[in-house]
């Protein structure tokens, strides 16, 4: 059976049975973070020291300017988190953290950066505001970014980790309402902040196909500030069967693309959207079903700049058009110490006319199967994501043991396929690499 045979049978199963009688709000809606411990005033201090260990298992690639030639360590990065939280009696919250990374394989890739930083307050018991650096989770899905293209990503190692592990922090102000069963969001971005990614020549370069061109590669960051903001906002309606949402944004993707080429400069730029969408969702039974969908106007695509036409035109190396997105996916928990997720996206380009040097319709999903062992220790996690039309895949294997409740080893590996030249991972499809590691909280 095929990705889109399975998409559709999803619809159909989503909307075609009862519902179940678990409150659908209290499982899915997150409470403002001032209420989720309730302490009564006080300082409270914690971090984690997390280690991660790479080893490159394939000889990279001699078509591209990679700076890792064969097989061997590839990272060895130390991540230290501190953070520091006060909660008062008058419903006020304040953390500030801080993030160190230094890596011994690459030491030009260290860095320190305020993490998840802010002070919420809430004036009435339905009324939330939040401003400063934190995260900001508006959509369903667990591997895709639809709705929530609010914080950008870490993709410094395509597909170690999950979606919710590698978003990053962006200042911004959050203004929440909510009843018993609707609220509304409205935030303003502060801040923007690209996807991070591999460092020049890096395994997973995003520019790496560019590199061996005698161009300097330059990127036109956008102006996003507290007097120029980017928006968003969310309704949601709730009930125990499942919820609605409807969202829209105006703001600036964090994938930036080649547009233009002067005098010896390969000009980069981030593409300002138009957002809007809706998701829905399901409870049946062990199941939580899932739908999202997302229409975005303003997106930047390659054109097809091959051939005498782009030395023409090397002004317009990528054009802006919309994208209708849309996912279907659920989550399996009816078998004890078991869960089964499966999502499907569905991407197709329009409004563009002309060759595209990127295919106008994608169909990619994830499916991953996870389980946990001696009493809850052990945990063995399974994921595939593959793109159909582009004949391309990643399969990851990892467990984690927790030694203590403080201390957790783990250890996996991944592979990356692809079957062309002009495919999607074809520049990546030679690091296929294992992992260890270990994350100490205190």
């Known amino acids: 059976m095929t990705l889109r045979n399975w998409s559709a049978a999803m619809l159909l199963f989503f909307w075609g049975y009862a519902a179940a009688a678990e409150d659908f709000f209290q499982i899915t809606e997150d409470k403002p973070s001032r209420a989720v411990e309730d302490t009564g005033g006080g300082v409270e201090f914690s971090g984690s020291l997390t280690h991660r260990f790479h080893y490159a298992l394939t000889n990279q690639r001699d078509q591209f300017a990679f700076r890792r030639e064969g097989t061997g360590a590839v990272s060895n990065r130390y991540d230290l988190l501190l953070e520091a939280r006060y909660r008062s009696e008058n419903n006020v919250n304040m953390q500030l953290a801080g993030l160190a990374s230094y890596d011994a394989e690459l030491e030009d890739a260290s860095y320190m ?19 400063g650096r934190q995260i900001i989770s508006l959509g369903e899905s667990n591997y895709f970014q639809l709705a929530d293209r609010i914080n950008p990503v870490d993709e410094r190692a395509f597909g170690l980790s999950e979606l919710s592990e590698t978003l990053l922090p962006v200042a911004a102000s959050r203004l929440s309402y909510y009843q018993s069963r609707w609220g509304v969001d409205l935030i303003a971005l502060h801040e923007f902040r690209p996807n991070h990614y591999d460092e020049p020549y890096g395994d997973f370069d995003p520019y790496i196909e560019f590199r061996d061109m005698p161009l300097e590669i330059q990127e036109n960051r956008p102006d996003v500030s507290l007097t120029s903001p980017d928006v968003a906002g969310r309704f949601f309606l709730s009930r125990p069967w499942g919820d609605i949402a409807l969202f829209a944004s105006r703001l ?23 957002l809007m969408g809706a998701s829905a969702n399901r409870v049946l ?17 390659l ?30 928990t009816g078998a004890r110490n078991l869960t089964l997720d499966l999502e499907i996206l569905s991407s197709h380009i329009v409004s563009v006319d002309g060759p595209l040097g990127e295919d106008r319709t994608q169909l990619k999903g994830v499916a991953s199967i996870e389980r946990q062992m001696l009493n809850e220790k052990l945990v063995a996690n399974l994921t595939y994501m593959g793109w159909e039309d582009n004949l391309a895949s990643m399969v990851r294997v990892r467990l984690d043991y927790a030694l203590q409740d403080d201390v957790v080893v783990f250890a996996g590996a991944v592979n990356y396929s692809a079957s062309a030249e002009d495919q999607m991972l074809a520049p990546y499809r030679n690091n296929d690499r294992m992992f260890v590691g270990f994350t100490l909280s205190f």
């Open 285 to 301: 039974g062990s199941w939580l079903l899932k739908s999202e969908y997302a229409y975005s106007d303003g997106d930047l695509y």
């Open 113 to 131: 950066e305020v993490d998840q930083s802010y002070i919420e307050w809430g004036p009435t018991p339905s009324l939330n505001i939040k401003s």
């Open 252 to 274: 600036h993707g964090r994938e930036a693309r080649p547009t233009a080429v002067s005098e010896n400069t390969l000009h980069f730029d981030y593409s300002e959207l138009t």
């Open 303 to 332: 054109r097809d700049y091959s051939g005498e036409r782009a030395m023409q035109d090397s002004n317009a190396l990528s054009v802006t058009g919309s994208t209708h997105r849309w996912m279907v996916g659920g989550r399996y």
